[in-house]
């Protein structure tokens, strides 16, 4: 089992007694369904649909003081913060960024379940997270059996997975849920109340108007850099994101890679040779999850 500590996240916590109607009303996964170690994946959006910032989100025991922790992008923890006191207005809860980070955990089922630790809900493969401080780092990964590499493993597992990462894969204020797959990752709720930009969301999603998604992608020898245009033929299809080891992750508009793959075109970026890890996901419907 590996466990690699991630200075990119940030944790920020919602408490109060009208904590989880205030975030219900606000964010894209449905609180009702959250307990003591248990996660979330969700986003902030803003009123035209786009994400503001996209998090996991777990809520904290009785015995941390109750509450919900967020573990988001640690870059866009204050621009969150300040987003959620601006919508508090009377509302009952506090809002405050706390000193933790988080420990990824995969490749194994830890020996021990620490306080503050839960599985990642997006892909059954991303392990564990655990909120802790970073000098603690070390004590957790031997306490749950793990071996404490460079966050830069963790990344290259998350892009074999083809978990999309704001920022590198997608950009924040840009994108819609859809399209950094957040509907097939579980973190849009479609039955669950109103919140901001469900309107855009749940159109989307009822008339199948998405057409661009993040796909896994093959690379043949050197990786382009983030935010290089792909090419089917002379026509864009798309932008890679990030990439390691001959994998990556795109962000591609599926109906044009579709009709790129039909006619036989290959597809480049930078010059580079690519092939698409799963032809078929630009073929699934918006409506229907990836099994």
């Not at 919900?68 to 866009?76: G, H, T």
């Not at 749950?144 to 978990?163: F, M």
Request: one cysteine or more; hydrophobic letters at 45%.
């Amino acid at each position: 089992m590996k466990s690699a500590f991630l200075p990119d996240r940030g944790v920020i916590k919602v408490a109060g007694e009208d904590a989880r109607n205030f975030l219900n009303g606000l964010i894209t996964t449905d609180l009702d369904r959250l307990k003591p170690g248990l996660g979330r994946f969700g986003a902030l959006l803003t009123p035209q649909g786009k994400i503001i910032v996209d998090f996991l989100i777990t809520e904290a025991s009785a015995g941390h003081g109750g509450g919900f922790l967020i573990d988001c992008p640690k870059a866009l923890a204050d621009t969150l913060a300040t987003k959620l006191k601006f919508y508090k207005l009377r509302a009952k809860v506090t809002v405050d960024k706390l000193d933790l980070g988080v420990l990824a955990a995969w490749d194994g089922v830890p020996a021990a379940q620490p306080d503050l630790a839960f599985a990642d809900p997006r892909a059954e493969g991303l392990g564990t997270r655990i909120l802790i401080p970073e000098d603690l780092a070390q004590k957790l990964s031997d306490l749950i059996g793990a071996e404490l590499v460079d966050a830069a493993a963790y990344e290259a597992h998350r892009i074999v997975l083809g978990v999309p990462r704001g920022g590198l894969d997608f950009m924040y204020s840009d994108a819609f849920p859809h399209e950094t797959n957040m509907d097939r990752l579980a973190g849009v709720d479609f039955d669950k109340g109103c919140y901001v930009g469900q309107e855009v969301v749940s159109r989307m999603q009822h008339r199948g108007t998405a057409r661009t998604r993040s796909v896994k992608v093959l690379l043949e020898d050197a990786s382009p850099e983030p935010g290089t245009t792909i090419l089917a033929g002379d026509k864009p299809v798309g932008t890679i994101g990030s990439t390691a080891g001959g994998r990556g992750i795109a962000l591609v508009r599926i109906d044009r890679v579709a009709d790129a793959l039909d006619a036989g075109q290959p597809l480049t970026a930078g010059g580079l040779a690519l092939t698409l890890a799963e032809p078929d996901v630009v073929r699934i419907p918006a409506k229907q999850p990836i099994a």
